[in-house]
């Protein structure tokens, strides 16, 4: 229990309702007007809502993340947020963990995203490597924003079959 007496509740992990959609869009777009993710409208992620999950708190929601598949068992998690005001209470290692294990359930080989938070990546057990080892995901989105020519994300990547694992093309 809080100090305040409230009840603090665990974030909840589950996936997407398409009812949420305008709200995950809400929350993205709050750290895309401030260049930290990219822009997704709320078609967008209706249209790719099954790779999508959201942490709830207390009834509401509090965070999302989304699950891309590369294929050939490379796995990206993208649109990582927490609702502004929401920050440092486990929300967002809630979410990495909770796509840790949708994507071990989904049989990925590798998982990984860029960031410039590297050291919350690496306490949920990600390690940094270089960034052109993905060339599916600079081709893909890396090409829409606007911090192209000066990004300073780093990518991080757990590796769940270390010993015979080769990203596809590489």
């Known amino acids: ?6 009840t603090i509740t665990k974030p909840i992990v589950r996936p997407l309702r398409e009812s949420e959609c305008g709200e995950v869009a809400a929350i993205l777009q709050y750290y895309a007007s401030r260049e930290v ?5 709320q078609a967008d992620i ?21 699950l891309q598949n590369y294929r050939g068992g490379l796995y ?3 649109s990582l947020a927490v ?5 440092g209470r486990g929300i967002g290692t ?5 796509v840790i294990a949708e994507a071990r359930r989904r049989g990925a ?6 960031t410039t938070r590297t050291g919350f990546f690496r306490k949920n057990g990600f390690k940094p490597v270089n960034r052109e080892q993905f ?8 090409q829409l924003c606007p911090r192209r020519d000066c990004c300073d994300e780093v990518a991080v990547t757990i590796c769940f079959d270390e010993k015979n694992f080769s990203p596809p093309g590489g």
Request: aromatic content about 8%.
């Open 1 to 6: 229990m809080a100090k305040s007496g409230k």
């Open 109 to 114: 080989r590798q998982l990984f995203a860029l």
């Open 83 to 87: 609702r502004e005001g929401a920050a």
């Open 46 to 66: 209706l249209a790719h809502a099954e790779s999508f999950f959201v942490a709830e708190e207390s009834g509401r929601l509090a965070g999302c993340v989304a």
């Open 135 to 142: 060339p599916q995901k600079v081709w893909k989105d890396c």
């Open 37 to 41: 993710l990219l822009w997704r409208t």
């Open 76 to 78: 990206e998690l993208r």
């Open 94 to 98: 809630a979410l990495v963990q909770g």
